[in-house]
């Protein structure tokens, strides 16, 4: 489907192979898919930078996200009282993530337009590409429902007794020699999941609301072409997200109020800047 040019440069410009750094990186698809820029390490700095700005210009309409997207996040890990359920919601919502901050990503396509940001607007953000986007939700669905099922066989595995609530959970790990066998264990069933969903789904959905008329599978192979020229870059986006969202649990799910609309503004331009 895809071909490296020799050196990473345009194979229209060979002059630019003597000086890699003057003339941007490429990922040369045959298939007529978009062309991969490829970027520095401190990217996703820049990205964190241009959303902060995103989510000054949005205010209300970004907050009303954070709020939304904070209580949806309460609710999926709070509902249940056992253990293994409010570990596989927890982690889970990382999977989802990508989808439910498409407002979001309108709210700041229509700032780099110079447009006012409002919320009714940004609400039906979907319809610009209601059969590529529903696909991918619902990619994201099953791939959310089979997660939950697989995490709390792990979690069952080493609670054969019952699956505790969380606080006796954390006890348990604590006190017992084997947190280290679970961690390990747990870590391993979500990797997969996690690395599939980042790939996937780095630039993917920006794209579709961008581009009315992409299709699905045109958009995830893009966003795994950008995690493959831009691995590293790429990966510690991915780490940053994971972090700041957890920063966010961890504050009583106050901190999602702000961290994930400032996420999904920065997901834009790390679409904006990766995608030519």
Do not use: C
Request: net charge neutral; glycine share 10%; charged share 15%.
């Amino acid at each position: 489907m895809a071909e490296e040019s020799s050196g990473g440069t345009p194979p229209a410009d060979p002059s630019s192979r003597g000086s890699p750094q003057s003339e941007p990186e490429y990922l040369t698809v045959t298939s007529g898919l978009p062309r991969i820029r490829s970027i520095a390490l401190d990217a996703p700095r820049g990205w964190l930078a241009k959303g902060w700005m995103d989510l000054k210009a949005g205010k209300s309409a970004s907050v009303f996200y954070g709020i939304a997207l904070a209580l949806m996040g309460a609710i999926l890990t709070q509902a249940w009282d056992k253990g293994a359920i409010e570990l596989a919601f927890l982690t889970g919502f990382l999977l989802i993530g990508p989808f439910v901050l498409m407002g979001l990503y309108d709210i700041s396509r229509r700032v780099e337009r110079g447009e006012r940001p409002a919320l009714t607007g940004t609400m039906t953000a979907w319809k610009a590409n209601v059969p590529a986007i529903g696909f991918f939700g619902l990619i994201l669905a099953l791939l959310f429902a089979v997660w939950v099922r697989i995490s709390v066989v792990v979690v069952a595995l080493f609670f054969p007794e019952g699956v505790p609530g969380a606080e006796q959970l954390a006890r348990q790990l604590a006190e017992s020699p084997e947190p280290i066998a679970f961690i390990g264990a747990y870590f391993a069933a979500g990797f997969g999941f996690a690395l599939f969903v980042f790939a996937t789904s780095a630039v993917s959905l920006p794209m579709l609301l961008d581009r009315p008329k992409m299709d699905a599978l045109s958009a995830m192979i893009t966003s795994v072409n950008a995690l493959r020229l831009n691995f590293w870059p790429m990966l510690l986006w991915a780490m940053i997200v994971v972090v700041l969202t957890a920063l966010g649990f961890a504050a009583f799910y106050l901190g999602l109020v702000v961290i994930l609309p400032w996420i999904g503004h920065a997901t834009w331009h790390a679409y904006r800047e990766v995608v030519e």
